[in-house]
């Protein structure tokens, strides 16, 4: 059986979040199905608003609209590596986005 080399792996529950207008924030990256910490993680707005983004090693991490930003019908493949939080911050609507950890990457 041939694999696609561009197909994710996502077997793992991801992290709903809802952002609060205009503050910066962070949530933990959700581990992967063998309960480690990701490689890689996928960022998906799911409703009106743009979330910018910012992998970090702690719960330090902060975000600031000069962060990559990730908006409705443009989700996120980020390599997270060994980062433990994602820093978040919306545009001044509230928005929310989903976290999902992948796995075989």
């Not at 609060?20 to 992967?32: H, K, Q």
């Not at 960022?43 to 609209?65: E, H, K, L, M, Q």
């Amino acid at each position: 059986m041939r694999t696609d080399p561009n197909s994710i792996g996502v077997s793992a529950v991801g992290t709903a979040v809802t952002t609060v207008a205009s503050t910066a924030n962070r949530v933990a990256i959700p581990a992967d199905s063998e309960g480690k910490p990701p490689k890689y993680i996928r960022v998906a707005v799911i409703n009106t608003g743009v979330v910018y983004v910012r992998p970090g090693a702690s719960v330090a991490v902060t975000s600031t609209t000069g962060d990559v930003p990730v908006a409705l019908a443009t989700p996120l493949i980020l390599r997270v590596g060994g980062n433990t939080h994602l820093g978040y911050i919306d545009n001044g609507t509230v928005t929310n986005f989903v976290i999902t950890p992948l796995d075989d990457q």
